[in-house]
């Protein structure tokens, strides 16, 4: 059974500020779960189902809390709508790494992703198509939210992500980094090279890429719309998320043909 | 200034049961507003602040209520976390397409798509992408569900949706129409041709593609991961809106390069 000072401690970290005061965030769902738990993150508490202890076995080097609970006392603490039978705390990390990296490897940066889902969804692409690094402008939402820690699925164990102020790191950069960055006037994307190192900006969900920040791009593209009729229109962009995939899926494209 | 019995009415909008009494569904927001008054739907009402009908045009056909409102009353008829100056009722419409449509231009079919917004950000890329046609399984999600239209940005307007029970959708199919699939045991779709006509099958988020359907699939395929180090693992998988959007992409790409 949980105190009420742990279920006020535990629901707490719904929100931004008190995970920052107590560096300290939640994931549930038991894949994701058993992921972060057999991960470089350090788990400070595991609050699950009797049944759900039964089923599922800790590392051996766990040394958090663990609590039995009732799917009431999880209703209490979940961010879910739903609640799952497991719930872990852990330690957030604040993961530092020099721009510089994007002189031999292709690095992400999101300027002001305002949507924690969004977010999530980035980070799981990211890792999927093997970007490991990602850097989030200030304004950019929390990567703690506990809707950005389920919607990455585990990904967040495998992606370094650190948020910097974007301005002063373009400033930093070697002026031979290439920077490119999804914009209207950019150049069709398929026809471009593209190489295996430098930075992709990837914008706010509704304004793109900021004022401030298109100084920096070095080679501006877009991704291509495809008409087969004569229907008018069409949509005006692609939902941000959906954007990072399909540039991050075309950077690495010609490494993963395999015949 | 709206009755209490308007109020309601509206509100019930956001129910599905609701909805199909009524045949009817709201959208909210000045650009999706407008884009839909311009498109086949038929509005029923416009709810706008004073402010919002000085900066807007409705189109000269338009029969519908038009009620100048509070932001007050707004915030009792919103499906939004923050209320737009500008909510629309329309009709639903219920669009049959024949599937043998699959003979000559490319299909997308969802099989049991849950979440709203993924729905809409399928309808988004899809019309992105120049796919006109969507068959939802009877379990995928309401088109006309508030977060759907929401994310849809538009797009529902340029896109032919229709709710058939897949099976029996299958079975009327012409033998020599092409299906694709994305499944874990399929081949690698850069290794693929792939067809300008026939059937993309989309699974649910969580467990893809339903055994029931899979013995329609002609054309297994797979989107690629890519891993540049020895880091074991990687995501397991894909949002079904992301896969969605990258095999849309996918499909179209030979005939999107310019040069």
């Known amino acids: 059974m949980l105190s009420k000072n742990k279920i006020k401690h535990i629901a707490s970290l719904h929100q931004k500020k008190q995970r920052e005061l107590r560096g300290e965030f939640i994931a549930e769902g038991t894949k994701l779960v058993m992921e972060l738990l057999n991960s470089h993150f350090e788990a400070t508490g595991i609050y699950a189902t009797s049944e759900w202890f039964e089923n599922n076995r800790l590392p051996i080097n766990f040394t958090g809390e663990?609590?039995?609970?009732?799917?009431?006392?999880?209703?209490?603490?979940?961010?879910?709508?739903?609640?799952?039978?497991?719930?872990?705390?852990l330690k957030t990390r604040n993961v530092v790494f020099n721009a510089s990296i994007a002189n031999s490897a292709l690095v992400l940066v999101l300027d002001d992703i305002k949507d924690p889902g969004n977010l999530g969804t980035i980070i799981r692409a990211a890792d999927w198509f093997g970007f490991r690094h990602i850097v989030c402008s200030e304004q950019t939402v929390d990567l703690f939210n506990p809707k950005t820690i389920q919607s990455t699925m585990g990904s967040i164990a495998r992606v370094n992500i650190c948020y910097r102020n974007l301005e002063t790191m373009f400033k930093e950069l070697d002026g031979t980094v290439k920077v490119y960055g999804?914009?209207?006037?950019?150049?069709?994307?398929?026809?471009?090279?593209?190489?295996?190192?430098?930075?992709?900006?990837?914008?706010?969900?509704?304004?793109?890429?900021?004022?401030?920040?298109?100084?920096?791009?070095?080679?501006?593209?877009?991704i291509p719309s495809f008409h087969p009729d004569d229907l008018s229109g069409g949509a005006e962009s692609l939902n941000a998320s959906i954007a990072n995939a399909i540039i991050c899926y075309e950077f690495r494209r010609n490494r993963m043909i395999s015949k």
């Open 66 to 89: 663990k609590s039995i609970v009732s799917m009431n006392e999880m209703e209490r603490i979940t961010a879910l709508y739903t609640p799952s039978p497991c719930l872990l705390t």
């Open 182 to 222: 999804a914009l209207l006037d950019g150049t069709n994307m398929l026809d471009k090279e593209l190489s295996d190192a430098g930075i992709i900006v990837i914008g706010n969900e509704s304004r793109g890429i900021s004022e401030t920040i298109r100084p920096y791009i070095s080679d501006k593209i877009f």
